[in-house]
T-cell receptor, first 114, second 111 residues
Framework: AQSVSQHNHHVILSEAASLELGCNYSYGGTVNLFWYVQYPGQHLQLLLKYFSGDPLVKGIKGFEAEFIKSKFSFNLRKPSVQWSDTAEYFCAVNVPSGTYKYIFGTGTRLKVLA | KAGVTQTPRYLIKTRGQQVTLSCSPISGHRSVSWYQQTPGQGLQFLFEYFSETQRNKGNFPGRFSGRQFSNSRSEMNVSTLELGDSALYLC??????????FGPGTRLTVL
C-alpha cells in the first residue's frame, strides 16, 4: 500500500535558523506531491505543490521543496524561519490509481522560538 | 468566495451513539473528501464524493458512511461510536488531483 513518511515529528528551531523537513513516499509510479500547513487555530492550507517540470518548487511565505525521484523524497525547506512559521506541516501524495486519492503523512510540529 | 463550512464545530457523544457531521463545499466544487485527524496519525482518508457518488474509499470500518446531495453538500455518519473515534473530522473540497480546500473541522469527543 502507498504511504507517506515524515520522520521528524517535532522540530524546535530558533528564529533565523534554516529548516528542512523530510518527506518520503512509497509508490513507484507518477505522483503529485503537496505540502500543507496548519497554523494554530487555522484551517489546513496549501504551501506548495509539484506535478511535473522543475523539481524545485517555490511556495508561499518563502518555502520551497525539492522533488528527488530517485529517493522518493519531497523535502520542505526554508532558509530562515520566523516565529510565525510555528505550525504543523503535512506532506501529501496524490496517487492516480484509477481515481486520485490523497495520502497524508503524520505531520511535523514545528516550534520556532523567538 | 465563502470557504468550506462544517457543522457542528464540536460534538460530545457517548459510546454506542451515532453522529452525523455536515460539510458545505466551496461554491462550484463538486468533490468533497473526508478525513480523520488524530495526534500521531496525521490525516487518514475516509472517503470522497463527486457528483453524489462515492469515488474513493479509505480503510475504515462500515460504521463510517457518507453521502452527497445534489447541491454538493455532504454528510458523514458514524454509527455505534467507539472511544477511538474521538478525533477532528475534516472536510475538503476541490479537485481530488489538485489542491484541496479544507474546512475548520468538527471536533468529536466520545465518552
Amino acid at each position: 500500500a502507498q504511504s507517506v513518511s515524515q520522520h521528524n515529528h517535532h522540530v524546535i528551531l530558533s528564529e533565523a535558523a534554516s529548516l528542512e523537513l523530510g518527506c518520503n513516499y512509497s509508490y513507484g509510479g507518477t505522483v503529485n506531491l503537496f505540502w500543507y500547513v496548519q497554523y494554530p487555530g487555522q484551517h489546513l492550507q496549501l504551501l506548495l505543490k509539484y506535478f511535473s517540470g522543475d523539481p524545485l518548487v517555490k511556495g508561499i511565505k518563502g518555502f520551497e521543496a525539492e522533488f528527488i525521484k530517485s529517493k522518493f523524497s519531497f523535502n520542505l525547506r526554508k532558509p530562515s524561519v520566523q516565529w510565525s512559521d510555528t505550525a504543523e506541516y503535512f506532506c501529501a501524495v496524490n496517487v492516480p490509481s484509477g481515481t486520485y486519492k490523497y495520502i497524508f503523512g503524520t505531520g511535523t510540529r514545528l516550534k520556532v522560538l523567538a | 468566495k465563502a470557504g468550506v463550512t462544517q457543522t457542528p464545530r464540536y460534538l460530545i457523544k457517548t459510546r454506542g451513539q451515532q453522529v452525523t457531521l455536515s460539510c458545505s463545499p466551496i461554491s462550484g466544487h463538486r468533490s468533497v473528501s473526508w478525513y480523520q485527524q488524530t495526534p500521531g496519525q496525521g490525516l487518514q482518508f475516509l472517503f470522497e464524493y463527486f457528483s453524489e457518488t462515492q469515488r474513493n474509499k479509505g480503510n475504515f470500518p462500515g460504521r463510517f458512511s457518507g453521502r452527497q446531495f445534489s447541491n454538493s453538500r455532504s454528510e458523514m455518519n458514524v454509527s455505534t461510536l467507539e472511544l477511538g473515534d474521538s478525533a477532528l473530522y475534516l472536510c475538503a473540497s476541490g479537485s481530488s488531483y489538485n489542491e484541496q480546500f479544507f474546512g475548520p473541522g468538527t471536533r468529536l469527543t466520545v465518552l
